[in-house]
């Protein structure tokens, strides 16, 4: 739904991370939006690409593509131009990574002791802006115990670089977080998740199916848990830094840097590496669609502690739970 302010559209935050998902496929060469087709078949062209490509519409989904329209003017329907251009709206750009802190849906932060080791569902938060949803992973072994995840050099399979991964955070320097958009084509949770130890099995049904050769990827890199894009097979290892296994991705999971505090225990996102490839449809990882709902940007929303039991007013991001892929 779209709401005129001032007349400047006012977006709810789910038709907003809808928006950008559909702008990343606009902007993909593989997917381009054909301007000409939307000429000829106006919204009908528009209802199909996004159904086709960013996933099905449910009426509030229509609704908002033809608020779109409608917001625009009658015009958009005769040319593409408006659309594409309210849609492709030029990029927010931050001065720095912003310091911020992982609460819970009540807005308490939460504690790193407290995150399930090995968790098939998927936890996930937004950093650096609005839409960049991120995995939060507790990684440990087959028997569930939490493993020390090392620092390590990640090549880039694109271009031959490397960069640093400075490993897992935490207690038991187990909790990582990495980008949960695929570097391939986009795909985004369900379709992108973590394969605990326990999962990592050959002849499971689906969903718990993974592919003999990220199975077999897996082995020779002693990966004992992946995170595998059903969308086209892509493979990720997250004790390594997501560092690719299969293609067709030939970039890693860009990873979000953690910080735990450990007189409170406390989990706060504080960076990325402009070293790593940005996230999949950024010109680079500290520019974006929209700022954080709680990004102060006043502050920037610099380097922070907070005290035990102390509640954020700004600079924090809700951890979500999307569920349990393999029930």
Request: neutral net charge; charged residues 15%; aromatic residues 10%.
């Given at each position: 739904?779209?709401?005129?302010?001032?007349?400047?559209?006012?977006?709810?935050?789910?038709?907003?991370?809808?928006?950008?998902?559909?702008?990343?496929?606009?902007?993909?060469?593989?997917?381009?939006?054909?301007?000409r087709e939307f000429v000829k078949h106006g919204r009908?062209?528009?209802?199909?690409?996004?159904?086709?490509?960013?996933?099905?519409?449910?009426?509030?989904?229509?609704?908002?593509?033809?608020?779109?329209?409608?917001?625009?003017?009658?015009?958009?329907?005769?040319?593409?131009?408006?659309?594409?251009?309210?849609?492709?709206?030029?990029?927010?750009?931050?001065?720095?990574?912003?310091?911020?802190?992982?609460?819970?849906?009540?807005?308490?932060?939460?504690?790193?002791?407290?995150?399930?080791?090995?968790?098939?569902?998927?936890?996930l938060f937004q950093y650096p802006m609005e839409g960049?949803?991120?995995?939060?992973?507790?990684?440990?072994?087959?028997?569930?115990?939490?493993?020390?995840?090392?620092?390590?050099?990640?090549?880039?399979?694109?271009?031959?670089?490397?960069?640093?991964?400075?490993?897992?955070?935490?207690?038991?320097?187990?909790?990582?977080?990495?980008?949960?958009?695929?570097?391939?084509?986009?795909?985004?949770?369900?379709?992108?998740?973590?394969?605990?130890?326990?999962?990592?099995?050959?002849?499971?049904?689906?969903?718990?199916?993974?592919?003999?050769?990220?199975?077999?990827?897996?082995?020779?890199?002693?990966?004992?848990?992946?995170?595998?894009?059903?969308?086209?097979?892509?493979?990720?290892?997250?004790?390594?830094?997501?560092?690719?296994?299969?293609?067709?991705?030939?970039?890693?999971?860009?990873?979000?840097?953690?910080?735990?505090?450990?007189?409170?225990?406390?989990?706060?996102?504080?960076?990325?590496?402009?070293?790593?490839?940005?996230?999949?449809?950024?010109?680079?990882?500290?520019?974006?669609?929209?700022?954080?709902?709680?990004?102060?940007?006043?502050?920037?929303?610099?380097?922070?502690?907070?005290?035990?039991?102390?509640?954020?007013?700004?600079?924090?991001?809700?951890?979500?739970?999307?569920?349990?892929?393999?029930?």
């Amino acid at each position: 739904m779209i709401v005129i302010n001032k007349g400047i559209p006012i977006i709810k935050r789910d038709d907003l991370i809808f928006a950008i998902k559909l702008i990343r496929k606009m902007r993909n060469p593989k997917t381009r939006f054909d301007e000409r087709e939307f000429v000829k078949h106006g919204r009908d062209y528009l209802f199909n690409y996004a159904e086709k490509n960013v996933g099905p519409l449910d009426p509030s989904r229509r609704a908002f593509l033809k608020g779109i329209l409608i917001g625009i003017g009658a015009a958009a329907v005769l040319s593409a131009i408006p659309v594409i251009s309210y849609l492709n709206q030029p990029q927010i750009t931050l001065k720095s990574f912003p310091w911020i802190i992982i609460v819970d849906s009540n807005g308490n932060p939460i504690k790193a002791s407290e995150v399930p080791v090995n968790s098939p569902e998927i936890l996930l938060f937004q950093y650096p802006m609005e839409g960049d949803i991120t995995f939060l992973l507790n990684l440990g072994d087959e028997n569930n115990n939490p493993i020390e995840v090392p620092p390590t050099t990640v090549v880039i399979p694109e271009n031959g670089k490397t960069y640093t991964f400075p490993g897992g955070v935490g207690p038991h320097k187990s909790i990582v977080a990495y980008s949960a958009i695929c570097q391939h084509l986009g795909c985004t949770p369900p379709e992108i998740h973590f394969y605990p130890p326990q999962y990592m099995k050959a002849g499971m049904p689906t969903p718990n199916y993974l592919p003999p050769i990220a199975l077999q990827a897996a082995q020779q890199a002693n990966a004992i848990s992946v995170i595998h894009c059903d969308c086209h097979g892509s493979t990720y290892d997250p004790l390594h830094g997501a560092a690719v296994l299969t293609g067709p991705t030939v970039r890693p999971l860009p990873y979000v840097q953690l910080y735990w505090d450990p007189n409170t225990d406390y989990l706060y996102a504080i960076g990325m590496n402009l070293k790593a490839p940005p996230i999949l449809g950024h010109t680079s990882d500290l520019s974006g669609y929209a700022y954080l709902s709680s990004y102060n940007e006043e502050t920037g929303c610099p380097k922070m502690l907070l005290k035990a039991g102390q509640t954020p007013s700004d600079c924090y991001t809700k951890l979500e739970n999307n569920g349990n892929t393999f029930e």
